[in-house]
């Protein structure tokens, strides 16, 4: 096992609709894509596809969607350690813009404790919150053997304070510095008081602000994509953060600015696909994204 991410799983079923019908309106959508989806799942499909071969412990129920979403997880290579319900998860997601509705339904009650499994020659953890049981149980073994812990803070779990105690990198959501009533930068402060080596927050079309270590905190502006050539921003945080781990996983002496320069232009290309399985990006796309782009302007104001 080179890395293990653990998270919830979902099939994403996206539609590109101009109307969301109610009430008994009917409407065709303009496009559709079918796809896996899930916050940890979509960064350990983008490590994948980046040329690494992940580990996923994620929820399935013994069901089509189950079957499905492990035909995809074949297709890219990505180990299945799977946490058993009776029923799979399913999203449907209407993207507009720079906005998407989501529709989501999932089982959260287990039918088995989490598997217990070996660490051996594994370098890098990322989670994402969900199963908190297991993220905390991961964590700590990672922290203490000196593995690299990653999260994904889409907001605020139920032990999050605990598991953050034991996490290297922690890149959260602006929804995250809500549900804690801070600036992102409070959230940065927050997260360095904690432990937490490399704090960074995700700010969607403005990038990221970020700190490591000691050192002074800094923004990182997105790359500026036409606005004509948006076409999915959902996935493309998850995408994010998949990257990184990636990056670092090629080479873990870069500095941490580098692996999230790397990040940066795969979510760039993430955006501009339909659904998770045409975002994902290879390494080509990613070296594209970085020449065909140029950042937004610097923002120092998001460091107040």
């Not at 890219?76 to 399913?90: D, G």
């Not at 580098?258 to 290309?269: Q, T, V, W």
């Amino acid at each position: 096992m080179e890395s293990l991410f653990i998270g919830q799983a979902y099939i994403d079923i996206t539609f590109l609709v101009d109307h969301l019908p109610t009430g008994d309106e009917k409407t065709v959508a303009e496009d559709y894509a079918v796809a896996f989806g899930g916050n940890a799942v979509t960064a350990a499909f983008t490590c994948a596809r980046l040329g690494f071969r992940p580990d996923l412990l994620c929820v399935l129920g013994d069901d089509w969607i189950g079957r499905m979403f492990l035909d995809m997880a074949d297709r890219y290579r990505v180990s299945i350690h799977a946490r058993k319900v009776r029923a799979s998860a399913l999203s449907f997601v209407m993207p507009r813009g720079m906005k998407r509705a989501i529709v989501r339904c999932r089982d959260d009650h287990y039918l088995h404790p989490f598997p217990q499994l070996s660490l051996d020659q594994c370098r890098l953890l990322h989670i994402d919150g969900h199963q908190p049981d297991a993220a905390l149980h991961y964590a700590r073994i990672c922290r203490e053997a000196g593995i690299l812990t990653s999260m994904d803070g889409g907001t605020v779990r139920e032990n999050t304070d605990a598991v953050l105690d034991n996490i290297d990198v922690a890149v959260v959501s602006e929804d995250f510095c809500r549900a804690r009533d801070e600036r992102p930068m409070e959230t940065i402060a927050y997260l360095r008081r904690k432990g937490v080596k490399v704090a960074g927050v995700t700010l969607g079309s403005e990038g990221m602000i970020w700190q490591e270590d000691d050192g002074e905190p800094a923004h990182l502006p997105a790359l500026d994509v036409p606005t004509a050539q948006v076409v999915d921003t959902n996935g493309a945080g998850d995408v994010f953060h998949g990257a990184y781990c990636a990056s670092w996983l090629m080479d873990r002496t870069k500095p941490w600015r580098e692996h999230f320069l790397y990040a940066r232009a795969a979510s760039a290309h993430a955006i501009q696909n339909l659904g998770n399985e045409a975002s994902v990006p290879e390494r080509t796309d990613v070296e594209r994204a970085m020449t065909r782009f140029t950042a937004k302007p610097l923002n120092e104001t998001l460091l107040i």
